[in-house]
């Protein structure tokens, strides 16, 4: 069966630091990848989602930025952390076709101080 | 554009039923239905694919309306463990992206 790993869980940064987040999916291949951020108490904003290896898509201009590396691993990053940047930040996968459902990870809960 | 979702909250008693709508303005080629409890991630619940398509899951059931470009889900004889935010996601045709609403809060007490 598919799984997902999301890590860390929970991360607390100062504003201006650096930001890794990792996601990898497990027992199926060439999946599409997704990253979203939710801020408290709202929907779900599509940050990138990626259908193959380098091949990234960004929806919302920000300081933010993904790669995929390997066909099962996503990562979002950024250089410079901004307080805005704080949420809950969710990655999916999902089969590469229309009309397939997400399935996400856990989630990263990221405070900016 | 973001699906508009309605009601943004509801309060019900165990055993109430209720519905939650979710409309666009532009055409669909799938409306997915996911609930997130609260601090946990969405788990999904189920697609639709096609007009006035209707599927089900135990006592949660789901409709799309593929000219009227909405869809609704149903939840009947509601237990305690439907509370949580439900969010509709929908797929424009040709692509595999998701465009999700604000959700709505539904809280079933005892």
């Known amino acids: 069966s598919q799984t997902i790993h999301q890590w860390p869980a929970t991360l607390v940064q100062p504003v201006g630091s650096p930001l890794s987040l990792e996601c990898t999916v497990e027992?199926?291949?060439?999946?599409?990848l997704y990253w979203y951020r939710q801020a408290a108490g709202r929907g779900l904003q599509l940050l990138f989602y990626?259908?193959?290896?380098?091949?990234i898509s960004s929806e919302v201009p920000q300081n933010l930025s993904a790669s995929r590396p390997q066909d099962r691993q996503f990562i979002l990053s950024s250089k410079k952390l901004l307080l805005s940047d704080s949420g809950f930040y969710l990655c999916?996968?999902?089969?590469?076709?229309?009309?397939?459902?997400?399935?996400f990870g856990d989630g990263t809960r990221l405070s900016i101080l | 554009q973001q699906p508009v979702q309605s009601p943004q909250a509801v309060i019900l008693r165990e055993g109430e039923d209720a519905v939650i709508n979710c409309s666009s303005s532009?055409?669909?080629?799938?409306v997915h239905w996911y609930r997130q409890k609260h601090g946990e991630a969405p788990v999904f619940l189920m697609i639709l694919l096609k007009g006035g398509e209707q599927k089900g899951h135990e006592k949660i059931s789901a409709s799309f309306n593929e000219k009227k470009q909405q869809s609704s889900l149903y939840l009947t004889a509601s237990q305690l463990s439907y509370s949580g935010t439900y969010f509709c996601g929908t797929e424009k045709p040709g692509y595999s992206t998701l465009t999700f609403g604000k959700g709505t809060m539904l809280l079933v007490s005892p």
């Open positions: 990626s259908v193959g290896i380098g091949q």
């Open positions: 532009k055409a669909l080629y799938s």
């Open positions: 999916a996968w999902s089969v590469p076709y229309s009309g397939q459902p997400q399935h």
């Open positions: 027992g199926t291949s060439n999946p599409n």
